[in-house]
T-cell receptor
Framework: NAGVTQTPKFQVLKTGQSMTLQCAQDMNHEYMSWYRQDPGMGLRLIHY???????DQGEVPNGYNVSRSTTEDFPLRLLSAAPSQTSVYFC???????????????FGAGSRLTVL | GQNIDQPTEMTATEGAIVQINCTYQ??????LFWYQQHAGEAPTFLSY??LDGLEEKGRFSSFLSRSKGYSYLLLKELQMKDSASYLCAVRDSNYQLIWGAGTKLIIKP
C-alpha cells in the first residue's frame, strides 16, 4: 500500500515550458486534489476531483489543467510555466467530502518546482 | 473573506508543554483539522474537531470553541521530534478546506 505517489520530486523549468506532475493513489479514494504551498501562506487549492470524470477549480486554478480518467490518477498540467508558479506542489486524497466524518487528507511527498 | 490566523513561530523547551492557537473566520463551519508538517515533508493528520470541547490523543490534545472561532493544539512532554510546522485548517460551508499559514515550532534542549 503505497498511499499517494507524486512524481517528480524536483523539477526546473524555463518560462513557457509545459510539464505534467503525476499523482497516483492506491487507496480507492474518491476525492483527489492539488495544492500549492508558498512561504508564509497557507496551502492553496488548485483543482480537485470528487470522482473519475469529474474535476473542478479551486482557489488558484489559472495556468493549470487537470483530468481524472481513472480513480487512481490525477495529473496536474502546467500549460506555459511562469516564475509565479515556482512552488511546492502537493497532491492529496481522501475518501470523500462528506460532512459526517473527518475525511482526513493523505498527502503525497510533494514536488518542488522552480520556473526560471 | 475567509481567514485563519496562527502565530508564525513558537519556541519551547524539551519536556515542556506548548499551546498553539488558531482563530478563524470562515463561511460556515464543518470541522477543524490540525496537521503536522516536518520540514521538506508532507503534512500528516493530527486531529479533528467538529464539536466544542477537548479531544485528547496521547501527548496531543485539540480544543474547539465554535462560538469564539477558536481552537488550540496542546502538545505535552515535548520531544525534539515535535519540531515541525503545525497547520490549522477549517472546512467551510462548501466542504472546502481553508488553511492557515502554519506555526513553526522550535524545540530547544
Amino acid at each position: 500500500n503505497a498511499g499517494v505517489t507524486q512524481t517528480p520530486k524536483f523539477q526546473v523549468l524555463k518560462t513557457g515550458q509545459s510539464m505534467t506532475l503525476q499523482c497516483a493513489q492506491d487507496m480507492n479514494h474518491e476525492y483527489m486534489s492539488w495544492y500549492r504551498q508558498d512561504p508564509g501562506m497557507g496551502l492553496r487549492l488548485i483543482h480537485y476531483s470528487v470522482g473519475a470524470g469529474i474535476t473542478d477549480q479551486g482557489e488558484v486554478p489559472n495556468g493549470y489543467n487537470v483530468s481524472r480518467s481513472t480513480t487512481e490518477d490525477f495529473p496536474l498540467r502546467l500549460l506555459s510555466a511562469a516564475p509565479s508558479q515556482t512552488s511546492v506542489y502537493f497532491c492529496a486524497s481522501s475518501y470523500g467530502q462528506s460532512p459526517s466524518g473527518a475525511n482526513v487528507l493523505t498527502f503525497g511527498a510533494g514536488s518542488r518546482l522552480t520556473v526560471l | 473573506g475567509q481567514n485563519i490566523d496562527q502565530p508564525t513561530e513558537m519556541t519551547a523547551t524539551e519536556g515542556a508543554i506548548v499551546q498553539i492557537n488558531c482563530t478563524y473566520q470562515t463561511s460556515g463551519f464543518n470541522g477543524l483539522f490540525w496537521y503536522q508538517q516536518h520540514a521538506g515533508e508532507a503534512p500528516t493528520f493530527l486531529s479533528y474537531n467538529v464539536l466544542d470541547g477537548l479531544e485528547e490523543k496521547g501527548r496531543f490534545s485539540s480544543f474547539l470553541s465554535r462560538s469564539k472561532g477558536y481552537s488550540y493544539l496542546l502538545l505535552k512532554e515535548l520531544q525534539m521530534k515535535d519540531s515541525a510546522s503545525y497547520l490549522c485548517a477549517v472546512r467551510d460551508s462548501n466542504y472546502q478546506l481553508i488553511w492557515g499559514a502554519g506555526t513553526k515550532l522550535i524545540i530547544k534542549p
